[in-house]
């Protein structure tokens, strides 16, 4: 008796289980509601004329940096300045002791005054030489008259052959006495040109001398900020190549910011140039607005300045940099600062909301409501982020009725219940909705000015010098 009872239960609930797998579907299940519409949200695309805006990160940079060593060796003497503070160009910065360059430029004073001396000498010397030749002039003179005088007395026994050697003799002896006081007049010449050499070479000596002496007062060759002292009074201080720094100063106002673009990116701006939708950076002053990490928005403005002449080939990417006013000294060279470029030109673009496009593999593409509120998937391309709005550069004109939200649900042909809302763009963080290059009126550094290097310029210059010596 026991066993059937022990059977009754399993059993009982197997007939139930099958009871209720084969029992009919309750109304309102899966099948009833295949066919349903779904319910979606859609939207027409907005049309606004915008461009696109290109982020980069960068990093700012001082304009001029200089590291500011000793030229002369010596004992540092003192110092002039507050470390960390501003410092204007030609403020002193280091005094070294002088005391040696200035017996340098004494001696070098001294030796060019000799030369001097040594130059009057010599010209005295060529004005006795001149002197002493003219009377050696007036002796040949006078032994050539009187040879002249004797040479037709001979044959008719005036005076006697004796007589007229002497007259001979004399004359050669003036000729040879002229001669010796043509070469004392050279040598002395040569005297004051040696003197004029010894003057050059001393007044070059005396120059370096007060060169040293001048360099042993370091100022600042740049207004900006200064570093700490990197040595104290009192140590030796080494000149010269491989002098260590003293010092670091670096300019505030403007600076730059340097960022790398990829080769996508330098493909796109170059194409852009070639069809003259947008000039190359080297060629106009293409504006750039930056931010800080903790800033909203851009908020400052500058423009490109440079562009590498070749991509980095450890980094496939090439440096750009942009330049920015910098008159609250808010920016400080090293930080990481966020930056956008224009990106295309301006013109009249379809937006709709980023989370409206849907990705398949490689291909993106949107579901819009077709004829009889039916679902049609259609490819799009897609482009940058502009008032908080995807970009859509091919497959959509503006007209359509986009599905923005209820994605998911989303099957080609499927019906649709719709409720229509309206995109509202976003104020793309301040960003303009067009640009102009940036006029030189205001341009933070002037252009360089080219060096005329023509050869007519080098005659004129070379002509110069030598109406000026």
Not at 9 to 21: F, H, K, S
Not at 395 to 422: F, H, I, N, Y
Not at 456 to 463: E, H, K, P, V, W
């Amino acid at each position: 008796m026991t066993l059937p009872i022990r059977l009754a239960g399993p059993l009982a609930v197997a007939a139930a289980v099958l009871a209720v797998g084969c029992g009919s579907k309750p109304p309102g299940g899966p099948q009833a509601n295949a066919n349903a519409p779904v319910e979606v949200t859609v939207a027409k695309p907005l049309v606004l004329s915008t461009l696109d805006w290109d982020p980069y990160t960068g990093r700012l940079a001082p304009v001029d940096e200089v590291e500011v060593r000793a030229r002369v060796s010596g004992y540092l003497e003192s110092y002039h300045f507050e470390e960390g503070q501003f410092v204007d160009e030609g403020q002193l910065l280091f005094v070294i002791d002088q005391r040696p360059y200035q017996a340098a430029v004494d001696q070098a004073k001294a030796l060019l005054e000799e030369a001097h001396s040594r130059h009057r000498q010599a010209e005295a010397q060529v004005r006795e030489a001149e002197a002493g030749r003219q009377q050696v002039s007036a002796r040949l003179e006078l032994a050539q008259t009187q040879l002249n005088r004797a040479k037709p007395l001979v044959p008719r026994g005036a005076i006697s052959e004796d007589a007229y050697d002497e007259y001979v003799a004399a004359a050669r002896q003036a000729e040879a006495d002229a001669a010796a006081a043509d070469a004392a007049i050279e040598s002395a010449k040569a005297a004051v040109n040696a003197a004029v050499a010894s003057i050059a070479t001393a007044e070059a000596a005396l120059t370096a001398a007060e060169l040293d002496l001048g360099y042993c007062r370091i100022t600042a060759p740049i207004r900006g900020r200064v570093s700490r002292r990197m040595i104290t009074k009192g140590n030796l201080v080494t000149g010269g190549l491989g002098a260590m720094p003293l010092t670091t100063i670096v300019s505030m106002d403007p600076i730059h910011v340097y960022f790398d673009c990829n080769e996508q990116a330098l493909l796109k701006y170059i194409r852009l140039d070639q069809t003259t939708q947008r000039k190359s950076s080297r060629d106009v002053k293409t504006p750039a607005y930056m931010a800080l990490i903790d800033e909203e928005g851009y908020p400052h403005k500058g423009y490109i300045d440079f562009v590498d002449n070749r991509v980095d080939r450890a980094t496939g990417s090439m440096r750009a940099r942009a330049i920015f006013a910098n008159t609250d000294e808010e920016l400080v060279p090293g930080v990481f600062v966020r930056l956008q470029i224009p990106g295309s030109e301006p013109g009249p673009r379809v937006l709709i909301p980023d989370s409206a496009v849907a990705t398949d593999q490689a291909a993106k593409f949107v579901y819009i409501v077709g004829e009889g509120d039916k679902l049609e998937r259609r490819p799009v391309t897609t482009g940058a982020i502009s008032k908080d709005l995807r970009v859509i550069t091919g497959g959509l004109d503006g007209s359509e009725s986009v599905v923005v939200k209820g994605l998911q649900r989303c099957r080609p042909g499927a019906e649709v219940k719709a409720t229509v809302e309206e995109i509202v763009a976003g104020d793309d963080l301040g960003l303009p909705d067009t640009y102009e290059p940036v006029a030189p009126e205001e341009w933070l550094r002037p252009a360089m000015t080219p060096i005329n290097t023509t050869p007519d310029a080098a005659l004129t210059r070379a002509q110069k010098g030598a109406k000026a010596r």
